[in-house]
């Protein structure tokens, strides 16, 4: 079993910074790919960030220059660093990792969702 914990949402106003957290636990034999989903009221569910094994990032245009994801793998944690942060941000925010249980089985984990409200 994959469990994720976030943390680091809340309200900020626009123009502030938040730093989001995932911590993957439980039995992993290996982690690909670490991302973050947003999901605004009334509108479909899209990826923010995504990072692979290697490194390699992929961000949504709508917060490209502004959001930066990493990973520390020692602790199996993702991070997204929001600076700039607008109205249009606020969403509940989903960690997502994906990788291997052991040689042969996959997985596909989700977080409980982290609230971020960006308002004044």
């Known amino acids: 079993q994959v469990q994720l914990v976030e943390s680091g949402g809340g309200l900020v106003q626009p123009g502030g910074s938040l730093r ?10 290996k982690i690909n790919t670490m991302g ?5 009221p009334g509108k479909q569910r899209e990826l923010v960030a995504a990072i692979t094994s290697s490194g390699s990032t992929n961000y949504a245009d709508s917060v490209k220059g502004r959001f930066t994801i990493s990973r520390d793998n020692a602790k199996k944690t993702v991070y997204l ?4 942060l607008k ?3 606020t969403a509940v925010y989903y ?6 249980l052991n040689f042969i089985s996959t997985y596909r984990s989700w977080g409980q969702g982290t609230q971020v409200t960006v308002s004044s």
């Not at 960690?95 to 291997?100: A, I, T």
């Open 20 to 29: 989001l957290s995932c911590a993957a636990s439980g039995s992993i034999f």
């Open 36 to 40: 973050w989903y947003r999901q605004a």
């Open 81 to 84: 660093q929001m600076n700039m």
């Open 87 to 89: 109205p249009e941000d």
């Open 95 to 100: 960690c997502n990792v994906d990788g291997y």
